[in-house]
């Protein structure tokens, strides 16, 4: 094989993977992880076998796909944490992630996938973050600026509820996020008028049960308590 065709052959094949890349990249953003292998080979203009010498299984392309994603989530956590004021840290965490996660709900899925391979990809990532927080959360509930009822499952609630501003205008979500973010944050203040919450949700403690029943399934989230038993 001649070095020119070797060489072509090979650009051929990095064209190839960045064309899945990016065809993956706008199906998850628009309709989340859920579209399918074939969707994706499909929009990028190649045949699954090509799709597949590149990314044999689908967990393996959801980490190419959001790697930025991930990186940047955190690093976000880590510039918080770096903070020395612990509640100033917590606050920029949120609404950081909050912005971060609104520009794509394909990276939002990822992180809280409940079930499956999907929730495997991710792993490692959401095992980090969490841990963070929690320490994190700790200092600023420490310094008296967290509520000191607040619990780390309470960010997922927030995440969650943060996935339905992917249908507001374009133009206007990352002001939206920081609105939505700016309303968590006030929530989350430590205040005498804080009034008693409902019993925390639970909602890492359903995912981990729903996802543990797949088989091979791995831990979903770090479900230790604080210290406290209340975070």
């Not at 999907?118 to 420490?142: N, P, Q, S």
């Not at 929530?187 to 639970?202: M, V």
Request: charged share 25%.
């Amino acid at each position: 094989m001649s070095e020119t065709l070797s060489h072509k052959l090979r650009s051929d094949a990095q064209d190839n993977r960045e064309r899945i890349l990016e065809a993956a990249r706008e199906l998850y953003a628009e309709q989340g992880i859920d579209v399918t292998m074939r969707q994706v080979a499909r929009h990028a203009g190649v045949g699954p076998a090509t799709l597949y010498r590149r990314f044999p299984a689908r967990q393996v392309l959801l980490e190419a796909v959001f790697a930025d994603e991930a990186r940047a989530c955190v690093g976000i956590v880590d510039d918080g944490c770096a903070d020395p004021d612990p509640w100033r840290g917590f606050c920029s965490v949120i609404e950081g992630i909050m912005v971060l996660n609104v520009g794509n709900q394909g990276f939002v899925d990822a992180f809280l996938a409940d079930r499956g391979r999907d929730a495997d990809a991710f792993i490692e990532h959401r095992r980090t973050v969490v841990a963070r927080l929690r320490v994190l959360a700790r200092r600023a509930t420490a310094a008296g600026r967290l509520r000191p009822d607040f619990v780390v499952d309470d960010l997922l609630l927030v995440l969650l509820a943060g996935r339905g501003l992917a249908v507001t205008p374009a133009t206007r979500t990352v002001a939206a996020a920081r609105r939505f973010a700016a309303l968590a944050i006030e929530s989350f203040r430590a205040s005498a008028d804080n009034g008693t919450l409902p019993p925390r949700a639970r909602v890492a403690a359903a995912l981990q049960r729903e996802h543990v029943a797949a088989p091979g399934a791995t831990e979903l989230l770090p479900m230790s308590p604080l210290p406290s038993g209340r975070r």
